[in-house]
């Protein structure tokens, strides 16, 4: 056992607790039989304070491992700690992949899960956990094996949970067949904000996976100037030489802290500038491969530390259909603000899945990543809560660290339903987080 | 918890019926702190000041007295403050001063030892506490108020500005001792402050009122500098002034 300084992704609220990392459900059991305030945690991709526990157990899920044969089927069973990349390594010179990624590999399938993580198939394929078949939970009162069919109330209060209902020790999913490691991709740039949105109503559905970039800097006529990228997986007689390599390790690295103040509204805006005129106006059947087109920051080792010691938040709110304004708006208060954002993703989002706490709903959803220091940051993140939350829409937990209590029962109008179910398993609140104690998640009153 | 902004859900303040650290309360109640307790010795404006923070969002407010010419009460105070919390405790802001006018004083020992107590000692007898509670905790922030007084101690106020001087340096070297504990500890040192507690001083260059302190630790509790200047000029002001040869120093500030 040791004490360990803990981080989100985004490097803004430090906790120590004491990390273990058990390797099989017993020993999951007799540290939540133990510890009176437990959370498990992966690879540390959530952004905010999600898998930290101050003064608390932190349970890593790094040595729950294995991976069982794929079956013709595609149906794999894989322990909560293997990491998307590793599960991908093993997978794809199979001719498998998995069936929903998020922005990097290096997550956990157990932080997939507490997450129910999205990526760019959303609006045909949903989230992560209605991929799941099956997994193995363990909770203060036992454990389980729990699906669509078995326990649907504890498994779908575990899909996007945030960890809060117990460890997940093993997960079964159906993969994806894949004949080549190519994605055929097509590129288009929009002068504006109100072009690629409807393109991306009228079209998206033609496309596997689909995303915009934003730039957020820009005012005036070409606000919300945007790159659409969509695309589908290369079958064998789309390229010349069709091969099946797993992704290579990243080559670069950030080897420490840059400045704080680095990325401001300056380099941002040159880099914005840069990124919108390098990408072409218009390509279409542009083979790339899995990696560049997935996970092009998991090319770059510790990017994270580019925001400096201060860190950097991000925002991720989702909106219903009805309330594509409300994207307009959200980008219009922050490029009129002056706030930094580097990387803003725009996407839609299908039907959601019936899991409690997960996060998308059809519509849309905007990414943005702000670097901590403007003192204007902090207001203008509470009014675009308002803004979203009058939209009918939400808040990611997983990218959270700034969201006041208060607004989380309104966004998220299962959460009564999900303590119903949290008090079922465990009844003495053992499984807490810094984000549930922040969040009032799991209610300040029941400790 | 605290949120990525270093804004607290939950603040004690020691000393908190004072104008700075009334000024400080609103802001913070005003973003995310729900639960604030107020330590000080008078109850009336210890009444006050908890309405305020009501008034500004705070939802759960209570009160503690003491009286800081005692430092056999420190650690009970704390205690008592923290169980008030009944959390985690976010924020503790220590800002317990006091300043009597040095000339009339200065030849009264035990004048001059009640300044140094006031200032110095029942802070650290404070801190001490604190630091246990909150490295149990595993997370958790220190503002301790000092003042510029602190950095070059002037002929006029030497007894407050070297009790200042002490608390300033113990605080470096306590937050060093934290490294690594999820706790952090930041030194507010502004410049001469309208207040009660300055009332009648003439104002001196880069004086400001209690408002943009307020605003400069909240802007300080969002990073992670130790020191929070206020207003942040006196940065390097003080980078200057405490070279200055003594002649040139007195001719100054003690005109």
């Given amino acids: 056992m040791t004490r360990a300084t803990l981080y989100g992704w985004g490097r803004t609220t430090p906790s120590i607790a004491e990390v273990l990392a058990p390797a099989s459900e017993v020993e999951v059991a007799a540290e939540l039989a133990r510890s009176r305030g437990v959370i498990a945690r992966g690879l540390g991709r959530s952004y905010g304070d999600a898998a930290q526990l101050s003064g608390g157990v932190v349970l890593s899920n790094l040595d729950l491992g294995g991976v069982s044969a794929i079956s013709p089927q595609g149906v794999v069973t894989v322990g909560a700690g293997i990491s998307i990349d590793e599960l991908l390594a093993f997978a794809i010179p199979q001719g498998w992949f998995v069936p929903v990624t998020p922005g990097t590999r290096q997550v956990t399938l157990g932080g997939a899960i507490a997450a129910d993580v999205h990526g760019k198939n959303h609006h045909l394929d949903g989230s992560f956990g209605n991929h799941v078949l099956e997994m193995r939970i363990v909770t203060p009162s036992g454990a389980f094996t729990i699906s669509p069919q078995k326990d649907a109330e504890l498994f779908w209060a575990t899909i996007g949970g945030m960890g809060l209902t117990g460890v997940v020790t093993s997960v079964t999913l159906r993969m994806l067949r894949i004949e080549t490691d190519q994605v055929i991709v097509d590129t288009e740039r929009f002068p504006d904000l109100e072009g690629v949105m409807s393109e991306m109503s009228r079209r998206d559905a033609e496309y596997q996976y689909s995303v915009a970039w934003v730039d957020c800097m820009t005012r005036g006529a070409h606000m919300g100037r945007a790159i659409l990228t969509r695309g589908r997986h290369a079958a064998a007689n789309d390229v010349d030489a069709p091969t099946l390599k797993a992704p290579a390790k990243p080559r670069l690295f950030v080897p420490f802290d840059a400045p704080s103040g680095l990325l401001n509204s300056l380099s941002v805006k040159v880099f914005n500038e840069l990124w919108f005129r390098s990408a072409p106006k218009h390509q279409e059947n542009e083979p790339q491969s899995l990696s560049s087109f997935f996970h092009p920051l998991d090319g770059v080792r510790d990017w994270n530390r580019l925001y400096g010691r201060r860190g950097f938040v991000q925002y991720q709110l989702s909106v219903p259909d009805s309330a594509g304004e409300t994207v307009t708006s959200a980008i219009h208060r922050l490029s009129s603000s002056g706030v930094a954002s580097f990387l803003a993703v725009l996407k839609r989002f299908g039907p959601a899945n019936p899991g409690m706490l997960s996060f998308p709903m059809p519509g849309w959803t905007l990414a943005l990543d702000l670097p901590v220091g403007p003192d204007a940051l902090p207001q203008v993140l509470d009014d675009l809560d308002e803004l979203v939350l009058s939209a009918g829409g939400r808040i990611y937990f997983a990218k959270d660290a700034r969201l006041s209590p208060d607004k989380v029962r309104a966004m998220y109008p299962d959460l009564d339903k999900f303590l119903e179910v949290k008090n079922r398993v465990d009844p003495e609140q053992r499984l807490m987080s810094d984000l549930a104690r922040r969040l009032d998640l799991v209610g300040r009153q029941r400790r | ?255």
């Avoid at chain 2, 800002?95 to 006031?118: C, F, K, P, W, Y």
């Avoid at chain 2, 009332?199 to 400001?208: A, C, I, K, N, S």
Wanted: include cysteine.
């Fill in chain 2, 1 to 255: 918890m605290e949120n990525a902004f270093g804004q607290p859900q939950s603040v004690v303040v020691l000393g908190g019926s004072s104008d700075i650290a009334r000024a400080i309360t609103k802001k913070l109640a005003a973003a995310r702190a729900h639960t604030v307790v107020l330590a000080g010795r008078n109850q009336e404006l210890l009444n006050a000041a908890a309405s305020d923070a009501h008034e500004y969002g705070a939802t759960k407010t209570d009160t503690v007295l003491f009286d800081a010419e005692d430092a056999s009460n420190a650690a009970r105070t704390v205690t008592e403050a923290f169980e008030k919390v009944g959390d985690q405790v976010d924020l503790v802001i220590i800002a317990v001063g006091l300043l009597e006018d040095q000339l009339s004083i200065e030849n009264d020992a035990q004048a001059t030892a009640r300044m140094a107590m006031v200032n110095f000692t029942w802070p650290v007898a404070a801190l001490a506490e604190i630091r246990r509670r909150l490295v149990a905790q595993g997370s958790g922030r220190i503002l301790v108020i000092s003042s510029v007084a602190s950095i070059r101690i002037r002929r006029s106020a030497y007894i407050y500005g070297g009790a200042k001087a002490g608390l300033d340096r113990l605080c470096d070297g306590l937050a060093d001792s934290l490294e690594g504990t999820g706790v952090t500890l930041q030194l507010l040192r502004p410049g001469q402050v309208r207040s009660r507690m300055t009332e009648g001083q003439h104002d001196v260059p880069f004086t400001t009122g209690v408002n943009e302190v307020a605003e400069n630790v909240m802007r300080g509790l969002g990073g992670r500098d130790r020191v929070i200047w206020s207003p942040p000029i006196l940065r390097y002001v003080f980078a200057i002034l405490r070279h200055l040869p003594a002649p040139l120093w007195r001719k100054i500030m003690d005109r």
